[in-house]
């Protein structure tokens, strides 16, 4: 997610110092350096906890990045054809993919893509079993568990609350349904700490070991706020060592936000500053076109240089929808009709969940070094784009 918190902290971070004026409007803005900072901690984490560290493709797929994130990580995780192709083709390295609902006609292709394929109940496992028989090198078979466990307090986001569809409660799994499994995976997580997968952890330690003689490896999928300052990766480290000592078991980690934390802005203009009884701003991005967790969260992004009291404007995009609102933003200065803002941390999660709805045009992607200062234009869109989607 963009931020499950209501209100984003946002660190601007370098894009203190990034000139709005240099990009076209909107346009998605990513920090190289800021990301690279991120894999080095994430390989830092894998390499002394001995864990297999994967680049969740969901979160942040921008893969102009790819080299940069194959020289860090050991490979992606996918959900489902498009993205294990994309992995395949353009990253390398190990594909873990994982999607609630295989399709028949798609599984021999997922499976020539995949290294690991993950199901979601022993049903869609025993269904496909057959076909990964027959895949011209090994691959995986992975089954997901529910620990039945909660974490996360927001239930949109918790996949152990009642009723939950992904993966299989731990306490309906028997060994007769672990026949070609390699591994269990998890992911129970959300821009969360340590800390609760410890809790996790200890919730089904007793419950999930007999199981675990059996297997070769334990994914414990994403959510693990693992670049963000407060983490306690050396608490992570500890417990992972301790896991593969004890089990003998490969650990597997699918960080997705944890690789663009604080990494990315998206850029936008200021189109008109109409009142309605409050201060309005309308400006090019639109909260359900480009940042659609603002509304599906919700969640309020934080804008870079708001200030605690002074000019306050609502701001929203132009397309039709009434909650097309951002939030309310304060700002030192009026704001003027052309006027440059950015939201922060908005590299992972905005991007891929972009859309033309209203025919509203999608941001441009940038990619901006903060060490260097060097700029390039990684992709325009047109009206071919917005076009070709439609029939
Ligand atoms: C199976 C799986 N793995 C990895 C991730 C990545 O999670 P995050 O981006 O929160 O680290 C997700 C996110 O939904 C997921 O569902």
């Known amino acids: 997610m963009a931020s499950i918190m209501q209100t984003q902290a946002g660190d601007a971070g370098a894009f203190r110092s990034f000139d709005l004026s240099r990009v076209p409007s909107p346009c998605f803005v990513v920090d190289e350096a800021a990301i690279e900072r991120n894999l080095s901690i994430l390989h830092d984490v894998g390499e002394r906890s001995g864990a297999t560290v994967l680049a969740a493709l969901k979160a942040f797929s921008m893969f102009s990045l790819a080299p940069l994130t194959m020289r860090y990580l050991s490979g992606v995780c996918a959900s489902g054809l498009y993205e294990a192709r994309l992995g395949r083709e353009e990253y390398g390295g190990e594909v ?44 995986h078979v992975g089954l997901r568990i529910n620990p039945e466990h909660s974490e ?12 939950s569809r992904l993966g299989t409660p731990l306490s309906q799994i028997t060994a007769d349904m672990l026949e070609g499994v390699d591994g269990f995976h998890m992911h129970t997580l959300c821009e969360q700490g340590f800390e609760p997968l410890l809790r996790t952890w200890n919730a089904i330690e007793d419950r999930i070991s007999p199981f675990l003689k059996d297997l070769k490896w334990l994914n414990f999928g994403g959510g693990h706020h693992i670049t963000r300052e407060d983490y306690d990766r050396e608490g992570l480290i500890a417990f992972i060592r301790d896991l593969r000592e004890k089990t003998g078991l490969t650990i597997y980690l699918e960080p997705g936000e944890a690789v663009a934390l604080d990494a990315g802005i998206l850029v936008g203009e200021i189109l008109d500053l109409p009142t309605n009884g409050v201060d309005l701003a309308i400006t090019d991005i639109s909260a359900t076109c480009h940042m659609p967790d603002v509304i599906e969260a919700p969640y309020r992004p934080a804008m870079l240089g708001e200030v605690e009291s002074g000019h306050t404007y609502r701001l929203g995009g132009p397309s039709c929808l009434a909650g097309d609102v951002i939030g309310d933003y304060t700002r030192p200065e009026p704001l003027r009709i052309g006027d440059r803002i950015a939201f922060l941390d908005q590299g992972h999660y905005s991007m891929v969940k972009t859309n033309t709805f209203n025919g509203v045009p999608l941001p441009s992607i940038a990619l901006w070094n903060s060490e260097t200062d060097e700029l390039r234009m990684i992709r325009e869109f047109e009206y071919a784009d917005f076009r070709n989607r439609l029939s």
Do not use: W
Request: aromatic fraction near 8%.
């Open 152 to 163: 996360g307090e927001i239930p949109k986001y918790d996949p152990c609350a009642p009723g």
């Open 96 to 139: 873990a993919t994982y999607c609630a609902g295989y399709k028949p006609g798609e599984i021999d292709e997922i499976i020539g893509l995949s290294d690991h394929m993950i199901f979601n109940s022993p049903a869609q496992k025993d269904r496909f079993l057959p076909r990964i028989g027959t895949a011209s090198r090994p691959v």
